[in-house]
């Protein structure tokens, strides 16, 4: 188990929850803008949110942000460790850098500016900024470069005694990325991991590489903190890494709604029965499971681990909760009786 930290009053590692990030997708110069942005996904969800500060001039930006979000803010710096300071002075709890192309100079005044203020830094090697230097000495591994860059930049930060470190190292490889963070795992057990699959594209295609990587390493035991990183709204990066958590078995954030693909034994049209299911779910607890069925074969049998559950039948539906059928009704009924049945109301 790795050591915890806190950013605020956020756990990360140390037996805490996998926590769920994001990134702000407006720049910092639009104030108000990201300031709403912010308050969208703490509805989603999400714990904690990195911010680009390219210059140290949108500082004061930064500063009114963090005065107008009660979400984390981490702010994300590369190239220059003197805007990294100016993010610490603007309020930061946390700052990300990037070993490929942050200079190991000058980083002494942005680690004792980190100490004195109880800041956590983030060394976050991304597979797009490796240097020379680094693809050099891995003789061309890019996972094993990604690893030797972050392991620059922890050893120059543990040196200096200064241990409220993250790790990270993400590539838009899924092979490159579990094999950095698993190389990054073994040599630095006690340091927790932020995860991801960086630049994994929009839609179907960057939801599946995103959750491909980051489910092998969670099931690894690898990784304390994580983001899905889509050409998207940043609030879809929170709901799919909630998601796969939920598929993980290690985090319950809403409803687990279980459905089948349908074959041709099915009774009824599905797709219909989720849509008129789906409007009804919000007000179940967090983690309960609802399934949707086609035919008996599915349900309830083998939705019997359901909470709550509706088949298809020849003649409608029927109702069932922990595989023990309830009632069964006309397709046309059925808008009438299922607010009751999820709202936990006796039927008639």
């Excluded at 509805?43 to 930064?62: M, N």
């Excluded at 789906?278 to 008996?296: H, Q, Y």
Aim: glycine share 10%; with cysteine; aromatic share 4%.
């Amino acid at each position: 188990m790795t050591r915890q930290i806190k950013i605020g009053k956020l756990s990360i590692g140390g037996g805490a929850p996998v926590r769920v990030e994001s990134m702000l997708k407006i720049a910092l110069s639009q104030k108000e803008e990201c300031a709403a942005q912010c308050e969208r996904l703490l509805r989603e969800g999400c714990e904690l949110a990195r911010v680009a500060l390219p210059s140290a001039d949108l500082a004061e930006s930064l500063a009114w942000l963090n005065g107008h979000t009660s979400l984390p803010l981490m702010a994300d710096v590369h190239f220059d460790p003197e805007i990294a300071v100016a993010a610490m002075k603007a309020g930061c709890a946390s700052i990300r850098i990037n070993p490929g192309n942050m200079p190991l100079r000058g980083l002494g005044e942005m680690i004792r500016t980190a100490k004195d203020r109880g800041v956590v830094i983030r060394v976050g090697a991304n597979g797009g900024s490796l240097s020379a230097r680094q693809l050099a000495a891995a003789e061309g591994d890019r996972a094993a470069a990604l690893f030797l860059a972050v392991k620059e930049q922890a050893a120059l930060l543990l040196e200096h005694d200064f241990h409220d470190v993250i790790l990270s190292a993400k590539s838009s490889s899924v092979g490159d990325t579990v094999r950095a963070n698993t190389f990054i795992a073994r040599a630095y057990p006690d340091l927790p991991l932020h995860i991801g699959v960086t630049e994994a594209g929009p839609g179907d295609g960057g939801v599946v590489k995103s959750a491909v990587g980051i489910a092998s390493l969670l099931e690894q035991g690898i990784g304390d903190t994580l983001r899905v990183s889509l050409t998207d709204e940043p609030q879809r990066e929170v709901r799919v890494g909630y998601e796969i958590l939920k598929a993980l078995r290690l985090r319950a954030r809403g409803v687990d709604l279980v459905s089948c693909p349908t074959c041709g034994r099915r009774r009824t049209d599905v797709r219909k029965l989720v849509s008129l299911v789906e409007p009804m779910l919000s007000n179940l607890p967090d983690g309960t499971t609802v399934a949707v069925m086609g035919c008996e074969v599915n349900g309830p049998k083998e939705a019997k681990g359901a909470h709550l559950g509706i088949a298809g039948t020849p003649v409608g539906a029927v109702l069932f909760k922990k595989g023990a059928v309830v009632g069964e009704y006309a397709f046309e009924e059925l808008p009438k009786i299922l607010p009751a049945f999820f709202n936990g109301n006796e039927i008639e």
